[in-house]
């Protein structure tokens, strides 16, 4: 039992599957407690294993183990064999955009050269909607997000920001508009070249601001390797 | 997974590790029709919060276990005589100010609360103790101070707020508290003379047994986070008195742990900054994973007493606090 769970957290944390679920820096930390709850396994087995039988005049020993432990099984398969995949367009759709949680002075420093320039969206948004586009202002940007439907039908491209794990994960939108119309289904990884665009419209769920982006040209590509920003 | 020793059929443990190889055994042959019937996005959303919940908690609830078993296996009952104020009432705020120098989340603290009362600390201590660490440590604070960059009094407001709570109820405990709601589990593995061996069994059942409960507080979290919309919530936040309690509500219903939680209460902004900072309160003390464990490691008794009025007491506190504030 702790064998699996332990496994299963090992096994996300050497691969880059635990990045679906929690931070980057978390990582350490789960290969210890990984490595922990295989160390008090070996051990359990080891102890079991040298006193012969595991009852040894020992009556209490059978409820060592409370039968709630047993619901750890589930989160141990969850992850071995189901693997969820990360927070896509529905969760993206739930909630209002986390552009809310930038604090509304703070100062923008001009746009790294590059043409067009990668940009997370994050970073676009608040420069859209905080400096009202100055930094942006002729400059062609990059963007990578997933596709997710706006509150008019249109698509929209979005990210999810997490603080801690996916349970706070909180979508970032981008409105797409202009002559281009990026046409792929929700939960599409896309790559969008644009320039700022003076549009802001606002998110019905939290009424936070969500900017727009001009497009001049898109392509599908895949999910990066942390698709949370 | 301990080995069932065969040489004992019938025992309980011998019957549990072959439904075990059985589970796995049907799993991976039905393998592939459970992974399709999670491809609806509801039901994906569920289980990647449902895992990312727990992902996210192991290594503190592991931290937590380690720290819990070191205190019930290494640290001497005379210790803790020595290292608290001898009147109760004095251990409590003791008890709660040391609460700062635990860097963790509330998943690692209620396995070490438990490890403390059954090592003789008087529980009263033991409780604000619990309630403290989670809200006032390092970790937390400096999260709050990077979500919320334009209110640093945020800090401040939430740091008293969360103290004071945990002191009240640790006082709260001393005049109505009864020693016989808390039903710990007995353990005969810790009287075992080899102290390793009692080190390595402590870690074990408490993984286990927090963990199991951890499990059914993350079901529940991920569940309301799936099925209630957040734009439900909007409509509410323009009323005062409405906007502290559906905060206050959401923090128990969401368990978000409690180094996240103030970059979700960034980001409710149309909230006002006292249901938020009640927000914080009442999150890292009462919510469904939480009383799911406690109720756990305590027994039901105590944590259907316990929870309501600490909910009850942060609710206040932290209003009380606001309103002083802004």
């Known amino acids: 039992m702790l064998t699996l769970l332990g496994g299963a957290i090992l096994k996300a944390s050497l691969t880059d599957v635990y990045l679906r679920y929690v931070k980057e820096g978390l990582r350490p930390f789960l290969i210890v407690a990984g490595v922990m709850l295989l160390a008090a396994a070996v051990m359990t087995l080891y102890y079991d294993l040298r006193t012969g039988t595991a009852g040894d005049g020992d009556p209490g020993h059978a409820h060592h183990e409370p039968r709630v432990g047993w619901l750890l099984i589930l989160p141990a398969l969850g992850l071995v064999l189901i693997t969820p995949p990360a927070l896509g367009a529905y969760a993206a759709g739930q909630s209002g955009t986390a552009l809310a949680a930038v604090p509304a002075d703070s100062e923008f420093a001009p746009l790294p050269p590059g043409d067009p320039v990668p940009l997370s969206l994050m970073d676009y948004a608040s420069r859209a909607v905080f400096d009202d586009g100055h930094t942006l202002a002729g400059r062609r940007v990059r963007l990578i997000g997933f596709v997710t439907a706006g509150p008019d039908g249109q698509p929209m491209l979005a990210r999810m920001v997490l603080a801690c794990?996916?349970?706070?994960?909180?979508?970032?939108?981008?409105?797409?508009?202009?002559?281009?119309?990026?046409?792929?289904?929700a939960d599409t990884w896309v790559q969008v070249v644009g320039t700022y665009h003076d549009r802001v419209v606002k998110d019905p769920v939290n009424k936070a601001d969500v900017p727009y982006l001009a497009v001049t040209s898109w392509q599908k590509t895949t999910a990066p390797r942390q698709t949370y920003e | 997974m301990p080995p069932a020793p065969a040489t004992q059929p019938g025992s309980w443990r011998?019957?549990?590790?072959?439904?075990?190889?059985?589970?796995?055994?049907?799993?991976?042959?039905?393998?592939?029709?459970?992974?399709?019937?999670?491809?609806?996005?509801?039901?994906?959303?569920?289980?990647?919060?449902?895992?990312?919940?727990?992902?996210?908690?192991?290594?503190?609830?592991?931290?937590?276990?380690?720290?819990?078993?070191?205190?019930?296996?290494?640290?001497?009952r005379s210790f803790w005589a020595r290292a608290l104020p001898r009147h109760p009432a004095a251990a409590v705020p003791a008890a709660g100010l040391a609460g700062v120098i635990l860097p963790g989340c509330e998943c690692g603290s209620v396995p070490i609360a438990g490890s403390l009362i059954r090592r003789g600390v008087t529980p009263a201590a033991a409780l604000a103790f619990l309630l403290a660490a989670p809200a006032i440590n390092?970790?937390?604070?400096?999260?709050?101070?990077?979500?919320?960059?334009?209110?640093?009094?945020?800090?401040?407001?939430?740091a008293a707020a969360s103290l004071t709570v945990a002191i009240a109820m640790g006082w709260l405990w001393l005049r109505l508290g009864k020693s016989e709601w808390i039903r710990l589990p007995r353990r005969s593995d810790l009287d075992d003379s080899s102290r390793a061996r009692a080190f390595w069994a402590a870690c074990r059942h408490d993984v286990m047994h927090a963990g199991g409960f951890l499990v059914i507080g993350a079901a529940a979290a991920a569940t309301i986070n799936v099925v209630v919309p957040e734009s439900w919530l909007q409509g509410l936040a323009a009323d005062p008195v409405l906007s502290v309690l559906v905060l206050a509500t959401l923090a128990v219903l969401l368990s978000i742990c409690s180094e996240?939680?103030?970059?979700?209460?960034?980001?409710?902004?149309?909230?006002?900054?006292?249901?938020?900072?009640?927000?914080?309160?009442?999150?890292?003390?009462?919510?469904?994973?939480?009383?799911?464990?406690?109720?756990?490691?305590?027994?039901?008794?105590?944590?259907?007493?316990?929870?309501?009025?600490?909910?009850?007491?942060?609710?206040?506190?932290?209003?009380?606090?606001?309103?002083?504030?802004?």
């Open chain 2, 138 to 158: 390092p970790i937390v604070l400096t999260a709050t101070a990077v979500a919320f960059p334009g209110n640093p009094e945020m800090v401040a407001a939430r």
């Open chain 2, 14 to 76: 011998f019957g549990s590790v072959e439904w075990l190889a059985l589970l796995l055994l049907l799993l991976v042959v039905f393998r592939d029709p459970l992974a399709d019937t999670v491809s609806d996005p509801r039901l994906q959303t569920w289980t990647t919060v449902f895992v990312s919940v727990l992902v996210q908690a192991m290594p503190f609830l592991v931290f937590g276990v380690v720290l819990s078993a070191v205190i019930a296996v290494f640290v001497p």
């Open chain 2, 260 to 326: 996240a939680d103030a970059f979700v209460a960034a980001s409710l902004s149309q909230f006002s900054l006292t249901s938020r900072l009640v927000f914080l309160v009442v999150g890292p003390m009462v919510d469904l994973k939480l009383i799911s464990m406690q109720a756990g490691v305590f027994g039901r008794r105590f944590a259907s007493r316990f929870a309501p009025v600490t909910f009850v007491t942060a609710v206040v506190v932290g209003t009380g606090v606001g309103v002083v504030l802004w």
């Open chain 1, 165 to 185: 794990c996916a349970a706070d994960g909180r979508p970032i939108k981008v409105g797409l508009t202009g002559d281009v119309r990026v046409d792929a289904p």
